[in-house]
């Protein structure tokens, strides 16, 4: 089991930041969240292996660098044992593909956002995994994406309630987007 560290306002700020400022120094960070560097690369460290943050990644420009087929795939499940859902969402992470996979309510049980090479490449694998009788899926439905016209930004931290503390005010963030 991982250690659990009281978030406090430091680390608060810490977390703010480096969600929507991944590649900041750990110089510039200290600066930030007004900590001398060593202090703030230890937190950063306790931070990261006690799982509040998994890694930092790169906003790639996809339209600048390859053709791609972005698309939401909705799934809707014959059988919502756990068992066929414990099957499903298995051979779902199998896929690279399909980068995200939530459970919904209502009437569709899963939605997938994912990129393919081509459309070709997409309604392959959607046949692949309507293939699968032990999957038991009912119905598959796609929407290409035409446009991205708001594209994660990161969660808004600041509008949300910490677990431990209702007192953090946000300002790290809300400084950054103009609140």
């Known amino acids: 089991m991982k250690k659990k560290l009281k978030i406090d306002s430091y680390n608060k700020k810490i977390l703010s930041t480096l969600h929507l400022e991944g590649a900041v120094t750990n110089i510039e960070l200290a600066e930030k969240v007004n900590l001398s560097p060593s202090a703030c690369f230890q937190r950063v460290k306790a931070l990261k292996e006690a799982g509040y943050f ?8 996809l339209d600048q660098l390859c053709e791609h087929v972005l698309a939401y795939i909705e799934f809707t499940l014959e059988d919502n044992s756990a068992p066929s859902q414990r099957r499903f ?6 896929i690279p593909e399909i980068m995200d996979c939530m459970q919904l ?20 694998v959607c046949a692949y995994l ?6 038991r899926i009912k119905r598959i439905n796609t929407r290409i994406v035409l446009e991205r016209t708001k594209w994660f930004l990161g969660y808004p931290l600041a509008k949300l309630k910490w677990l431990d503390d209702e007192h953090f005010s946000g300002e790290m963030v809300s400084e950054r987007v103009g609140m």
């Open 54 to 61: 998994r890694n930092l990644h790169a906003d790639i420009n």
């Open 89 to 94: 969402v298995n051979r779902i992470n199998d």
């Open 105 to 124: 309510s209502g009437d569709v049980d899963y939605i997938s956002l994912s990129c393919f090479p081509n459309i070709k490449a997409l309604n392959e």
């Open 130 to 135: 309507s293939d699968q009788p032990d999957l």
